[in-house]
């Protein structure tokens, strides 16, 4: 039970107080039209979502973990081939990668930015190697250009790259929004997303049509056309006409609920100092979670609790340290994992989220200062 006067890790009733009308009545539209799958909500919401990261197709799907595994399948990765990706980033690629037949191979991170550590992916690269799914973790921005070009020195130009932009809507790499910056790219709307549906949801967006194409067959059962399957790997993953009919509703509020978040890290970064270290944001990236680095990370969370301020951790177990996975396939790359397992212990995420107050932000801000100068 939350105490009556403790700041929430997040509280989503705030945005819907603030746009619940506009939402009621798209949510009542949609019920009163009798068509709540495959319909003109689904392709509105697609046509303005594509428009707005700048790419020419976005197929709707249930949720960012099936747009992950769709695209691999997308992709044509063949089962027992290697999807390089990091281990810090909460399972999803690697359970996308689990569905799809795939290994993954984790590279290690950055530990300013605890993004895709270039150097690490290029060495993990072999001939095995079917794509690099790179995460734009905590609204951070991983230079994909760069990414690139260490990929055509080493000889592998030719391996694909996959956006997971489930933390990065809005967010820009070298002036372009992410999900236009590899062949392929994936969104989640979960609720507390950027931009977040009331329920479940996700996208694969693309500039290439082959790949669109093949995506529409295999997020419905592989179907050319009703009852016959013609594409071997696919599934039911469909976004409802309710939640696009929201998405869109929310849409054009993205930049500005972004901006809302970076206004409250401004002001904890503005108090914090040597022992609470917020990651270093690339240019023209985003905020999706408040997340510092604390060596006393314990210490710290005990000291903002009695201040009655939630906080918390993602992500507390590396993927390659996962029970579940245990016996399962996988590689890590050559260069190893000390700065990935060297932040779990000390990475924390404060409260960040839209509606929060000026008193709650100032009292997160005041934590920060009298624990730096205790």
Not at 172 to 190: E, K, M, Q, V
């Amino acid at each position: 039970m939350q105490a009556p006067n403790q700041i929430p890790m997040n509280d989503l009733g705030r945005g819907y107080a603030r746009y619940g009308t506009d939402v009621e009545r798209v949510a009542l539209e949609t019920l009163r039209s009798g068509w709540w799958i495959n319909g003109p909500r689904c392709t509105s919401f697609a046509k303005a979502f594509a428009s707005y990261v700048g790419v020419s197709h976005c197929i709707p799907v249930a949720n960012g973990t099936d747009a992950l595994e769709l695209a691999m399948r997308a992709l044509r990765c063949a089962p027992g081939s290697e999807i390089i990706t990091v281990a810090n980033a909460g399972g999803y690629t690697t359970t996308a990668c689990r569905q799809a037949g795939l290994v993954p191979v984790f590279a290690d991170i950055e530990e300013a930015s605890q993004l895709l550590s270039i150097p690490s992916a290029v060495d993990a690269l072999s001939e095995r190697t079917a794509a690099i799914v790179v995460t734009h973790l905590y609204g951070n921005v991983v230079d994909v250009g760069a990414l690139k070009a260490a990929m055509t020195e080493a000889g592998f130009a030719h391996v694909p790259i996959i956006e997971d932009c489930a933390q990065s809507h809005g967010a820009r790499g070298n002036g372009r929004l992410t999900g236009s910056l590899g062949d392929i790219a994936t969104f989640s709307f979960y609720p507390t997303k950027n931009l977040g549906a009331m329920g479940d949801g996700g996208a694969v967006v693309t500039n290439d049509p082959e790949l669109a194409e093949t995506l529409r067959h295999l997020h419905q059962y592989g179907w050319s056309r009703k009852y016959e399957i013609a594409m071997a790997g696919g599934r039911n993953s469909r976004m409802d006409e309710m939640q696009a009919a929201i998405l869109e509703t929310i849409l054009p509020r993205l930049d500005e609920l972004n901006a809302e978040r970076q206004q409250i890290v401004d002001r904890y970064l503005a108090a914090s100092g040597r022992k609470v270290r917020f990651i270093e944001r690339n240019e023209g990236a985003i905020i999706h979670l408040a997340v510092a680095l604390a060596d006393d990370r314990d210490g710290f969370r005990q000291h903002l609790s009695s201040r009655a301020i939630a906080s918390d951790v993602h992500y507390p177990v590396l993927d390659v340290d996962q029970k579940g996975w245990s016996d399962l396939p996988a590689r890590t790359s050559p260069t190893g994992l000390p700065v990935a397992r060297s932040s779990t212990s000390r990475i924390v995420s404060l409260p960040c989220f839209p509606g929060m107050t000026e008193g709650e932000i100032a009292r997160v801000a005041d934590a920060i200062a009298d624990w730096e100068s205790s």
